[in-house]
């Protein structure tokens, strides 16, 4: 069993990763999706690599997965999700740090993660057309 943390620049693509590493990467989601402070993701991410960011994140969002991490980061590899995506084994020390956030985290609310259109444009031509 592995951690999924994913980061990104706004609630949609945060969404759309999720929905990547369901469908596409065929891993199994086996708990809600919980919010994070992006701040604190970019940390973790950070320890993780061992290495300073190349940019921060708005949105940031870790879930668990069934699969063993190797065999999700295989599955990541070939996919390409809109938000980075890490997985987080129990090897790293930040994993206890990180499941210990997401018990006090809110669930991931993507009710506003899609824009949608409230009207319609007429298109349709209205005057002849003189030739």
């Known amino acids: 069993m592995a951690l ?18 369901e469908k596409h990467a065929c891993l199994k989601i086996i708990s809600t999706p919980k919010s994070l402070d992006s ?6 991410v950070s320890k993780i690599l061992n290495a300073d960011l190349k940019s ?15 065999v999700a980061i295989s599955k990541i590899r070939s996919i390409h999700p809109p938000a980075h995506i890490t997985v987080v084994s129990d090897e790293y020390e930040v994993y206890n740090e ?11 609310n993507n009710s506003n993660s899609k824009i949608t259109n409230t009207h319609t444009i007429d298109y349709k031509q209205t005057k002849p057309i003189d030739y």
């Open 4 to 21: 999924i943390l994913i980061r990104g620049d706004n609630k949609t693509k945060i969404f759309n990763a999720i929905e990547d590493v």
């Open 39 to 44: 701040s604190v993701a970019d940390k973790i």
């Open 56 to 70: 921060v994140s708005k949105v940031a969002v870790a879930f668990r997965i069934e699969e063993h991490p190797t």
């Open 98 to 108: 990180l499941l210990d956030i997401l018990e006090n985290s809110t669930n991931f």
